[in-house]
Each structure stands twice: as structure tokens, then as C-alpha cells.
């Protein structure tokens, strides 16, 4: 069992000491996930920053080191999903004709296959739930839970993703 | 393909996707946001760490009471949360320069489109704000000198904030002060505003919504201070109760304030106004309220038995005589109006006074929908919405608040709006912010929303024309099924209704959040929404008590091919 942070074995950390000792497994996949839910290498490390700038202001509300992950994925999904909203990021992939940057694997990936392609006809809650569950595996009760919502809503969200991103696919396997 | 099919296809693409390293600039926090000491510092810079703090608060409990309340349409008038006590005076002047230039040293104007003004009915309604209000679901406004401050909130993004001097450009404000935690689970609201003794003095609540329509939510008392109404600052409060602030108004020696009722399906609680020189301590008096109102220094509370207390310094109240029971009460320039309900006649009226204490008859409205109200253009304006008369909102003014004339609203601004909405006086017109459900929502919940805002001021030539309500075909539905009216009938011989008609939307369960339903998804279904009252409130009148709502609405799905009853699905449940 995870001692509280305050008398937790690392007594003698400071509060950044223990921040950035926490962070650090996780930011590679902080960063990804924010790449795939936004689809853009510079918006995801903005999107990243952001996430750990709140995460830090915030460090002192969270109790126990074992819910950092989760706690740092919520953090990260939701301000993924904010700027989704707030700049309508729709498309994942640049306009038709257009190639993306060589140096962006996350536009590359999602330019070159039909899932990514489906996966920009998402709402930012949709393609959220899509991503945390095929990409980072988590179930549906994990994603409820570090999403703060039923997991019936979970369900349902992803049953909607897949209505959404059903004629894209059958459109390429029928090779239109 | 299958689902299962599907789902594989998606994880076999992420099973083979790149998972890039994440740049070293954000392994560690610069040192700009975080400096060493005993004890961490916070610091907010520009760049990839200084991102906007836009912060949230929620719209949360959205919940079938507001539902309910667009149905009935009796209680929930006036302003929503969020809405000042003290509305701007008509005819508000913008601030002069000084104003302008502290406006603009907090932050650079957010870039925002106007849109075309539309004529109907002698007003003009113009969108304002395009663009900046991107991902807000609701807006609240509150007057301070230098113009109007909107609160942009959200229940999955943090708050908000913008002054306005003119009504089209709006500076975006530092609003980390009224920053949540987490702005899904725990949302920070200000409710109330009020310049006094002690400077800007704002007032609100964090809540911690429950379960949609259940009142399992929790909120606390929150206060701001600011010297200018732009800068705020969190003020830690003493002598005040759980609950969350609802209004607060000035006097000349300090704040007055007042609790908003917390509701469960079952009980209600209200807590006495509180006084305060600074703000910061609170001390209780003698009168039980939910609201309080300021007009020429004298303060009206709605008190909890549905009527009303007046005083002009907090400490000495006197009780109006009144026949009527009160349900809501607002100020203006001309002084107080209250919206009473008559048991007998179920009909709202109007009751008007300028000091709080000797009131007048001054009309009786129908028993439709009374939305928001205001007083604008020399005139009191309500949003009414739409009732078993009238299939939309519309406008209604009134000189006297006895004859009342219509304004329909162009379909431009209906056309993207759900039924409802608030208003707020401003300059020489009123500002209406209207709410579009952008997503799917589910039986007790709206979906996303996103808020718009119209600037409506009196018609003038060179204004283009507003689009009447089209006339829309029927929309296509699977053959061989039953009609809308042949749900209702079939649901309502099951609950026979009382208090307003009930209404029917073909829906696919598939639709609602499978949780609050055992019907299988696809099936196309009949969702008649009907009101039935809640145990022990009968014969009580609309207004602050737990009987607020006394009403429950409960979803009736009628099989649409076969018309039978395939379930019940009661919101309070």
C-alpha cells in the first residue's frame, strides 16, 4: 500500500523532487496520448506542457503516488479535449493533397491509415474514449473511472465512435 | 463490419503506431513555473507553460429540473445562476480611457466576430462574441464600473473571463481565481456581485454535482475581492454555513448575501442572510431568504416562506403585507418587481414597488412560460418560451408591466438555440445569451452545449430582415409505426397529466445513456415526457421550498411499431 505523499518514503523530497521523480515515467506516454487525441506533434507537446503546468499547480491535492498516473491521464485528456473544443480542431490530418510534416509521426500515422482518418470524424469526448481504450488499453471501467464518468457513458460513447468510424472503414475495405 | 471487428482493426493501427518520445522541454518544469524555496512557488509564464488559465465552472445539473422548469415553465423565472441582483441601469456608458487602459493591461482583447444585425418584431438582434465564446456553455454577467464582466462557464472546462465595454470586443480576463480543481466533478460558480465599503465584493459556490435530478449535490460558500472588479482574489470566509452564495448586494456600511436552497427530492434547506463589513467575517441574521436585491438603498430579500423582507442596512427587517405568495423578486431603475402566484386562479402576476415596502398590483401574466427577465429600453422584457399557444420563445415588453406586447424572434437566432435562455440590460438594449446542444445528451442530461450571445437594441433602417420560423416537413420516420399523438394518448391514459400537456420525441434508445434504460439500443421508441407531482406537494405553490419543483417528469416509451409501454423511466429514480 502507497504511503501518503506526506509521509511516503521519500520524506525528504521536496515537492518538485517527488513531482518530477513521478513524472518522469509517465510524460512519454502524457505526451502520445495527447498526440493522438489532438493529432499534431506541436500540439501535443503544448497540450503536454500545459497538462503537467496544471498537474504541478495542483500536486498538493493529490494524496496517494499510485493514483498519480490516472490522475495525470484525467489531467491530460481534459485539457486535450478543452482544445478541441475551444479551437475546433476537427481534422486529425492535414487538408486533402496536403502532406503532413515528415517530422510529425502523430499527422504521419493518423494520415496514412483509414482508422486515422476515422478517427477525426470524432467528438473530442468520443475520441477520447477510442484512444484510452485501443491505444492505452484501459478498460471501461478504468477509463469511467480516470475520466470521472459512468461507465455506461463509456459505452456508450465508444459504440457511438464506432457507428462514427464504421462507413470510413468499410469504404476503404471496399476499396473506394 | 461488426463492432468487434471494428475494434480490432483500430487497436491492430495503434498496436503499430509510433510512440515517440516525449521532447525533453517537458521532462522537467522550467524554472519559470516553479522556483526553489521552503516551499513551492507558482509562477505563470507565456510559451507552452503559460497557457491560458480558462477557467471552468460548470453548468453542471443541467438536470431534468431544468427540463422540467422549460416544461412548466413557472418557477425558474428570472435571472439563471450566475446573474447579478443589481441589473445595469439602461443606458450603461461605456467607460472612458482610464478604464480602458487597466482593461487592457490584464490582457490583450480576444479577437470576436459580429455578426449581422436581424430585424423582427422592432428589435434587431445582432450576434456578438463570435469566436470567443468557442467551447462555453453558459454566460453570466455582472456590471463594474468600467463596463460588464462575463463569467464564460463550462461543465467540462474551467471558467472563463471577460470585460466588456461596448458589447462587441471582449478583454479576456485573468480567471484563475475562479479555477476548479477538477471542472467535471467540482465546479466553481459566481452567482452575485456588489460594490461596497470594502471594494468588489463577488460571491458564489464550489459544487460538487450528484447524480443528474437527484440533489445529492454538495456546494460551498465561496467570496472574491477585487479593488477595480477586473483582478480578483480569493477571500477565505468565516461565520458562513455549508451551502453555496447565491446574490449579494451593497449597503453603505458593508455586504449583505444570501445562501442559494439546496434541494433532494425530499427536503430542502435554507439558511439565513448573512451581513459582512469586509467580506472576509459573516454573521447571521434573523431572516430566512435565498435572495437578496438592492434598489436605491433598500434591500428586498425573497424570504423562505414565499414572501418578501426589506431593510436598508442588514441588520433592522420589516415584512411587507402581502396576499400573494412571492416566488420571485428583481430589481430595476424604477424599483422592485415580484412575481407572485395566485393558488387559485394558478396564474403568476406582477407586483411592483419602489422602496420594498408598499407594493402595487401591476398586471397579471398568463400561466406560460415566463423565462428571464429585464428591464430595458424603458421597458420590462421577458424571454417567454414556448407554450401550448406559442411553438417558440419570443419577447414580451411592457411600459407598465400590465400590457404586454410580443416580439417574435428571428429564426436565425432560434434556429440555433434551445428553449430558454437569460437576458441582461446593457446600454441602450439588452443582451440575450441563448445555448445550442451540440452533442448527444442523454434523458436527464443535456449533451454539449454552446452558448451564443445577441446584442438586441430597437429596429432601424438598414437592418436585414429576420427569417420567420420555417415551416418545416414532416421528418421521415420508419413506416407502419404509430403517431406522436398516439404515444402521448397511449402514455397519458397510463399517467393522466395535470399540470401541461406532454410531448413525444421518436428516439432509438440508442440514443440515451444505456444505463437509464433496459430497451434495447435501436429500437425506435416513443419518449413521452410527462409530469407528475411529487408526493406531499400538491396544492403548494411553485417556489423556494422542496416542493420548488413539484413536479417530477418521467420518460414514458411507447413502442413505436407496436405501441405498447416498454418502460417507465422516472428521473427521480
Known sequence: MELPLTVGVAATESALERFERLLGPEIDRAYQLAGYLLGHASEAEDAAGEAVARAWDRFDGLREEDRFRPWLTRIVVNVCRDRLRRRRIAPFVPLDGVEPEAADPFATVLARDAVGRALRLLGPDQRAVVVLHYWDDRSVGEIARTMGIPSGTVKWRLRAACRRMRPELEREESGR | MKNDELGQRVRAFFATSPRPPAPDSLRRLPATVVSAGPDRERVRVPGVFGVRRWAGLGLAGLVIAATLAMTVGVRMAGPRGGSTGSPVAPGLTPAGPSSSAAATSVAPATPAGTGAPYSMGGLA???????????????????????????????????????????????????????????????VRMTGLAKGPAGYIAVGARVQPGKPGSGTGTSSPLVWRSTDGLRWSAVST??????????VVATSTGYVAALSPSYSQTSGTVSPVFTSADGESWQATSVIATKVVSHAGHIVALTSNNSLAVTDDGSKWTTPRLATQVTSVTAGPDGFVAGTYDQAATKMSVIRSSDGRTWTNAGVTSNSS????????????????????????????????????????????????????????????????MQAEIGPGSMTEYGPLQVHLWWVRTARPGDVPGAPMPTFSPVATPSGGITEARAIAIASARYPVTMTAPFGKLVTIGGFDPKQTLVPAETPVWAVIVLVAKPGCSGKAPGPSPCDLPYTSIAVMVDYYSGDIIEVVDSSK
Open chain 2, 370 to 433: 415566463v423565462g428571464a427577465m429585464t428591464y430595458a429600453m424603458s421597458s420590462w422584457v421577458v424571454l417567454a418560451g414556448p407554450d401550448g399557444v406559442h411553438d417558440r420563445s419570443r419577447i414580451t415588453t411592457s411600459q407598465d408591466a400590465v400590457t404586454w406586447q410580443e416580439s417574435p424572434i428571428p429564426d436565425q437566432v432560434l434556429g440555433k438555440a434551445m428553449p430558454g435562455g437569460h437576458l441582461m440590460a446593457f446600454r441602450n438594449g439588452f443582451l440575450a445569451v
Open chain 2, 238 to 247: 468565516r461565520g458562513l454555513p455549508a451551502g453555496g452564495l447565491g446574490s
Open chain 2, 125 to 187: 438582434w445582432q450576434e456578438v462574441g463570435i469566436g470567443a465564446f468557442d467551447g462555453v456553455e453558459d454566460l453570466a454577467f455582472f456590471p463594474v464600473d468600467q463596463g460588464l464582466l462575463v463569467l464564460g462557464t463550462s461543465r467540462t472546462a474551467q471558467t472563463r473571463l471577460w470585460l466588456t465595454i461596448d458589447g462587441s470586443d471582449f478583454q479576456e480576463l485573468d480567471a484563475s481565481p475562479f479555477r476548479s480543481d477538477d471542472p467535471v466533478t467540482q465546479q
